[in-house]
């Protein structure tokens, strides 16, 4: 008897995975009812049609849904938009090729419910968008295919993304079609005009974007000496007022602005007094855990400009190289490279803060449209706390107070110091169930805000010695290594 041959397992095992994939294929077409519809607007071999497919950052979905509804909202064009069925199917990345296949990377697919997914806007209006749909539209003889496909719910990798997918007969009418959503994209961008903050997402890969809103500041709610308030605006408002002249002299729009001075003497509230004279502008806010996120400011100010970049304690990522007990920060380089590489006719302006300008990089100064403008906020002296205590005095009902009493009380206060003493006075005459503010009211909110020493003070705003301005025979503080030709300072008195 003679011997069989030996099994070859791998053949066998090679043909036996290409029988059960038939078999699959062959069941998923017969019975699958995405791939009739499919068939119907695409052709009778819907996987021979060609895809033209682009891939977008999680953050411009919302994008892709104003731009879509608008597309298809034109005349002559109709459509039908199909959900599709598939296990954890918000897990995973499924594409046009999945449809065609009948599975995904989590199994089968077959025609469902369409999936939505809200975003919220400014004013937290909601956007419903599609996070996975199949578009069937008819434009005169043309018919198409696009596949939405939302980025995955959970971030477990760097596949973060969504996907547009075209499919038609005519690959040059599916790629202008796809030209068409990526330009309405673009036009009706959600973020533009807005004020929105950006943060790092979960392993670095997508930018967190929040939307908030500014409170209108008149210039009247800001006290500065003299001159001060104007060099920022010209700086800031006079170059957007007469950008069109500038461009036409081939000067350049893109400028910096560093405010810089002691811990409440009111850099913020300029920032938001700036936003107030330039409505309909772009406001990127930078801060905190944000700061991280640096990296794509640069992307974001030039795809949204007119832009206002706003990076709040700067000195976090900004530190002069080679500090003592300073690392340099990777950071300081993604921010130079994001100021160096804006266009010279785009209207992108930086506005820096700091309470630290001593240990700023200089480089920040070094060249034209980095930061062309470096202004000290000082301590108010007896002049501004009178001001500022009228200003925040306002809508109080008082009772026999004599303002000028705490004129010299508040020697080496901040504005934020004064504005939180008067809060305090009106808190506690309501405790009281007093109808007016009086003396006795503003004397218990100083005392309670100087309990606890120099370090509560210090944290108010109230007599910050290592920041009082500096005396005329040290000159005025300007950030370290800074050229002078840079820096517009202003000289101030010290609190008497």
């Known amino acids: 008897m003679r011997e069989q041959d030996p099994l070859d397992v791998s053949a066998f095992g090679a043909a036996f995975k290409r029988f059960v994939d038939n ?104 956007l419903a968008c599609v996070q ?10 043309e018919r198409f295919a696009i596949w939405v496909g939302g980025p995955p719910q959970a971030e477990m990798g760097p596949r973060t993304r969504m996907r547009v997918e075209i499919a038609s007969p005519r690959r040059e009418a599916a790629a202008e079609l796809l030209k068409e959503i990526t330009a309405a994209m673009s036009e009706r961008n959600v973020y533009r005009g807005k004020a929105i903050s950006l943060a790092p997402g979960q392993y670095g890969v997508q930018a967190l974007i929040k939307f908030h809103r ?165 301590m108010p002296d007896a002049d501004g706390r009178r001001r500022l205590l009228q200003l925040y005095a306002r809508g109080l009902r008082l009772k026999g107070v004599d303002l000028d009493r705490y004129v010299e009380r508040t020697a080496g206060a901040s504005p934020a110091y004064i504005k939180e003493m008067l809060r305090r006075a009106a808190l506690l005459a309501a405790i009281a169930g007093a109808p007016n503010v009086g003396h006795e009211h503003l004397d218990s909110a100083m005392t309670e805000l100087e309990a606890g020493g120099e370090l509560a003070k210090r944290i108010v705003g109230f007599g910050t010695a290592a920041y009082l301005p500096p005396s005329p025979s040290v000159g005025p503080m300007r950030p370290a290594g800074f050229p002078s030709a840079t820096v517009e300072t202003i000289e101030v008195k010290r609190p008497s």
């Open 23 to 126: 078999m699959n294929a062959t069941a998923a077409r017969e019975t699958n009812p995405l791939l009739e519809r499919l068939k119907q607007y695409l052709g009778d071999e819907p996987d021979h049609v060609p895809i033209v497919a682009e891939e977008f950052e999680s953050y411009e979905h919302p994008n892709a849904q104003v731009a879509l509804e608008a597309v298809l909202a034109k005349r002559d064009r109709r459509y039908e938009l199909v959900g599709v069925a598939a296990q954890n199917k918000r897990w995973g990345a499924i594409t046009f090729s999945d449809l065609l296949s009948g599975s995904g990377p989590t199994g089968r697919i077959s025609e469902g419910s369409v999936d939505y997914v809200n975003f919220r806007l400014e004013d937290d209006n909601v």
């Open 132 to 141: 996975f749909g199949l578009y069937l539209v008819t434009d005169g003889d």
């Open 214 to 378: 500014l409170r209108n500041v008149e210039r009247d709610d800001i006290v500065f000496p003299p001159g001060v308030l104007d060099r920022i605006e010209r700086q800031s408002v006079e170059f957007t007022t007469h950008a069109e002249a500038l461009t036409a002299g081939g000067r350049s729009l893109k400028r910096g602005i560093l405010l810089y001075g002691p811990p409440g003497t009111g850099k913020t509230l300029t920032v938001m007094y700036l936003a107030s004279r330039m409505p309909g502008r772009t406001h990127i806010i930078m801060t905190g855990h944000g700061l991280g996120a640096v990296g794509n400011v640069g992307h974001f100010a030039k795809m949204l400009a007119p832009t206002t970049v706003i990076i709040e304690d700067v000195d976090l990522i900004a530190q002069e190289r080679g500090f003592p007990g300073m690392q340099t920060q990777p950071l300081l380089f993604e921010l130079l490279n994001q100021m160096d590489g804006i266009a010279d006719d785009a209207d992108i302006l930086y506005v820096l803060t700091t309470n630290r300008p001593d240990i700023l990089e200089p480089a920040l100064a070094a060249r034209p449209g980095r930061i062309d403008l470096a202004v000290e906020l000082p």
